[in-house]
């Protein structure tokens, strides 16, 4: 079964990095777009950052804008979220995703999802 699976995530302290992983079991999730999402305790799905088939083109959100960076190795078929300055705000489940085409900042661009991997920042 094709899946995506995030490793990496765990509890740090503030001002601290992680760097977060995913892997695409097929070749056919890791053809396009991909993007991170994060969702704290009691809040909806946020959209972290995102990157273009050749990670040539990133785009982020505003509050990671700075401090975290996305890449990707195509032919590990492999996502990266490099964090750092991590703040306490940045406590979440994240999680990988993939475009079928295109791609964009919102979850209807995105097709295929992982499991998610906790980050937790304390102070």
């Known amino acids: 079964q094709a899946q995506l699976v995030e490793s990496g995530g765990g509890l740090v302290q503030a001002g601290g990095s992680l760097r977060l992983s995913c892997v695409a079991s097929?070749?056919?999730?890791?053809?396009?777009?991909m993007a991170w999402f994060r969702q704290a305790p009691g809040k909806e799905r946020d959209f972290v950052a995102a990157i273009g088939w050749t990670g040539s083109s990133t785009v982020y959100s505003e509050s990671v804008k700075g401090r975290f960076t996305i890449s990707r190795d195509n032919a590990k078929n492999t996502l990266y979220l490099q964090m750092n300055s991590l703040k306490l705000e940045d406590t979440a489940i994240y999680y990988c995703a993939s475009a079928v085409a295109g791609w964009g900042t919102t979850e209807s661009d995105y097709h295929y999802w992982g499991q998610g991997t906790q980050v937790t920042v304390s102070s």
């Open positions: 097929e070749r056919t999730l890791f053809s396009n777009a």
